[in-house]
């Protein structure tokens, strides 16, 4: 589901890109109410593409921002993206 989200999400990506914005996601699933820094050490890209990766996972409407500032908030699967892993999964 991963893959089919980011995919129709993602359509301007090369394939590259949108491995490592799969990835990304995955990671964000595993750990969740993490910020940018923290997610760029895990994918193992720079803080800056990490951060473009993020907001093109925002812009589709996969991840969300919770949180009252940029230091204390944190990345979260939104109930979208959760439904589409259910539907993928056959829960």
Do not use: V, W
């Amino acid at each position: 589901a991963i893959g089919g989200a980011i995919g129709g999400a993602i359509g301007g990506a090369t394939k590259r890109g949108r491995d490592r914005i799969s990835a990304l996601l995955t990671i964000i699933a595993q750990h969740e109410n993490k910020r940018a820094p923290e997610y760029a050490r895990l994918l193992k890209a720079s803080e800056r593409t990490t951060e473009r990766y993020l907001q093109q996972l925002k812009d589709a409407g996969l991840i969300e921002f919770r949180g009252d500032a940029a230091q204390t908030g944190g990345y979260f699967l939104t109930a979208k993206m959760k439904q589409l892993l259910e539907l993928e999964s056959g829960r």
